[in-house]
């Protein structure tokens, strides 16, 4: 991974699909979900929430981030807005596809409507993915395609709406040039080398990996 340079945006990974970003002495995070450390949201000055599953969507850690930051903002889908709205009058933003805001000094492109498949059974729910900066990608849960080049796509590796061939396609689709794992709390140590390898020569673009709490620049 690359170095870190504070004067450009520096990724930290959080436990599964949260990350940090930060840029210029200010926090961007997205998607602060029940499997992330209690404190993920903690210091932002805008938050992002992809969609409203609960590995995604933590309500108390939201509410955490923003009693430490009154002036902390949060950007999301209708279904994730309408239950902290009451809570945070004015500092709340209601997104979907196609719209375009600046969040604590990013720039941010919103694309996607629907959750990935889960089961037909299951009814499908809105996700959207948030393009950063026009560089970096945070998909939610769906292998949205932005219609512009992505540099850094985070990757949704292992979830109960994929498997690894439409992961590796995915990649291939999206063309960025590099991949980096979320949504990875599921998959165990043992499996994490037959991905990686899969991954890595399969799908076009550099690919790896980052602990909890690793941070790299972008």
Not at 118 to 139: A, E, K
Not at 146 to 164: C, E, F, G, S, Y
Request: with cysteine; hydrophobic share 40%.
């Amino acid at each position: 991974m690359d170095a870190v340079n504070p004067m450009h945006l520096t990724l930290t990974k959080k436990t599964h699909s949260c990350v940090r970003l930060e840029k210029g002495g200010r926090t961007l995070v997205i998607d602060p979900g029940g499997f992330s450390e209690q404190d993920a949201a903690v210091g932002a000055d805008a938050m992002l929430v992809t969609h409203e599953h609960p590995d995604h969507f933590d309500e108390g850690r939201l509410r955490a981030g923003m009693e430490a930051n009154l002036a902390a903002e949060i950007w999301t889908l209708r279904s994730v807005a309408d239950r902290l709205t009451a809570a945070f009058p004015g500092r709340v933003h209601t997104v979907g596809h196609g719209d375009t805001f600046t969040a604590a000094g990013f720039d941010v492109q919103v694309h996607g409507e629907l959750h990935a498949v889960i089961h037909p059974d299951i009814p499908r729910i809105t996700n959207i993915g948030f393009l950063v900066d026009g560089s970096l990608f945070h998909p939610g849960d769906a292998l949205t395609v932005p219609d512009r080049p992505v540099d850094t796509l985070l990757l949704p590796v292992m979830a109960p709406w994929n498997k690894i061939s439409e992961v590796i396609d995915y990649v291939r689709e999206v063309k960025p040039r590099r991949a980096i794992d979320i949504h990875d709390a599921l998959l165990t140590d043992l499996a994490r080398p037959i991905y990686d390898n899969q991954i890595g020569s399969l799908g076009g673009a550099d690919h790896g990996r980052l602990v909890p709490g690793e941070s790299t620049g972008l």
